[in-house]
């Protein structure tokens, strides 16, 4: 596997209490899933709660892991994120929190790099409930996973996920 023993260790063992999370839920009778589609959401669930801890990985990282691809990964996460929403909630908004913690400025537009197109699309769901008349994130034309945001509707997103712009301020002048 070309990677340290203590690593090794480390991944395993989220991989395992999701695992038993799941064989739990199973053995109580719990939110029995009865199609393949539902244990794979099941399963997702589980390695988002016990194994990548506190963030959404993007979906490449579940396209290798369930051995699919990554319009079926897109749509796997969507339907999980979708599902399991108020116990995502954390994982969901500490991802987002990274992304607007991680921005550049160009200007005044701040410029973010997304690889998730659900954490995407979750973002501009926020603006268009929370700033309709705002400008929406925009991608950079001829990139793959870059976005521009307006200074205006950046604010508003760090307002809603709790960002203090100072937070950002400091985070981008120490990169």
Same mark, same amino acid.
């Given at each position: 596997?070309?990677?340290?023993?203590? *690593?090794? =260790?480390? +991944?395993?063992?989220?991989?395992? #209490?999701? !695992?038993?999370?799941?064989?739990? %839920?199973?053995?109580?009778?719990? $939110?029995?899933?009865?199609?393949?589609?539902? @244990? #794979? *959401?099941?399963?997702?669930?589980?390695?988002?709660?016990?194994?990548?801890?506190?963030?959404?990985?993007?979906? !490449?990282?579940?396209?290798?892991?369930?051995?699919?691809? %990554?319009?079926?990964?897109?749509?796997?996460?969507? $339907?999980?994120?979708? =599902?399991?929403?108020? +116990?995502?909630?954390? *994982? @969901?908004? $500490?991802?987002?929190?990274?992304?607007?913690?991680?921005?550049?400025?160009?200007?005044? =537009?701040?410029?973010?790099?997304?690889?998730?197109?659900?954490?995407?699309?979750?973002?501009?769901?926020?603006?268009? +409930?929370?700033?309709?008349?705002?400008?929406? @994130?925009?991608?950079?034309? $001829?990139?793959?996973?870059?976005?521009?945001?307006?200074? %205006?509707?950046? %604010?508003?997103?760090?307002?809603?996920?709790?960002?203090?712009?100072? +937070?950002?301020?400091? !985070?981008?002048?120490?990169?």
């Amino acid at each position: 596997l070309e990677i340290p023993l203590e *690593e090794l =260790k480390k +991944e395993m063992t989220g991989i395992t #209490k999701a !695992a038993i999370n799941e064989y739990l %839920d199973m053995l109580l009778g719990r $939110n029995l899933p009865t199609r393949a589609r539902e @244990i #794979k *959401e099941r399963r997702l669930f589980h390695l988002l709660k016990h194994y990548f801890i506190g963030r959404i990985p993007t979906e !490449a990282e579940i396209s290798s892991l369930f051995q699919m691809t %990554d319009r079926s990964s897109r749509t796997l996460l969507r $339907n999980v994120r979708t =599902k399991f929403k108020f +116990e995502l909630k954390e *994982e @969901i908004e $500490n991802t987002i929190k990274t992304i607007l913690l991680s921005v550049k400025t160009r200007g005044n =537009k701040y410029i973010a790099v997304i690889k998730n197109d659900n954490l995407l699309e979750e973002l501009k769901h926020t603006v268009a +409930e929370k700033a309709p008349h705002l400008d929406q @994130i925009k991608r950079v034309p $001829n990139s793959a996973g870059v976005y521009f945001i307006s200074e %205006d509707t950046f %604010d508003i997103l760090c307002s809603h996920y709790g960002i203090d712009l100072d +937070e950002v301020e400091a !985070a981008s002048s120490s990169k």
